[in-house]
């Protein structure tokens, strides 16, 4: 059976995208940490990130550099935090979260279920700011 993240990347569960290629996309997290809180995720189903092939890591931690980078310029945290963690979706995936203190990186802690209403406005900040760049 498909992970809850196929079936956002193929389009079946609502996402908000900022990032798309042939091998990842990103979208933001709807149980964020912090507001711009998102997910890199390979397009290829992969549970755990040490059977992800060394090329497509490379990848994945290059488009989490950009978002990164986008979510410093368009959210100005004091940090951007960065987890491969994999327990909430057996589909590796890396958490790219604007923070400004430890604090911001408790998991058992986030914020409440974000809308899509919630995620617009970051989204389109970071989408803003990768265009820019790219």
């Given amino acids: 059976m498909a992970t809850v993240f196929t079936r956002i990347i193929e389009g079946e569960l609502p996402g908000t ?5 042939d091998r ?4 933001l997290s709807i149980n964020p940490l912090s507001p711009g809180h998102t997910l890199v995720v390979p397009i290829a ?3 755990h990130w040490l059977d ?3 090329d497509l890591q490379a990848h994945l931690f290059d488009v989490s550099r950009r978002i990164g980078e986008a979510q410093m310029r368009a959210l ?9 963690a994999g327990f909430e979706v057996p589909h590796c995936h890396v ?5 400004n203190s ?3 990186m408790n998991f058992a802690r986030p914020l409440p279920m974000a809308s899509a209403d919630d995620l617009a406005g970051p989204a389109a ?7 820019e760049t790219s």
């Fill in 17 to 21: 995208f900022v990032w798309r290629d």
């Fill in 24 to 27: 990842c996309v990103a979208f």
């Fill in 45 to 47: 189903e992969i549970d």
């Fill in 52 to 54: 992800v092939p060394a």
């Fill in 76 to 84: 100005k945290p004091e940090r951007i935090g960065l987890v491969v």
């Fill in 95 to 99: 958490h790219v979260c604007p923070v």
């Fill in 102 to 104: 430890m604090a911001d």
């Fill in 125 to 131: 900040a970071i989408l803003a700011e990768l265009t």
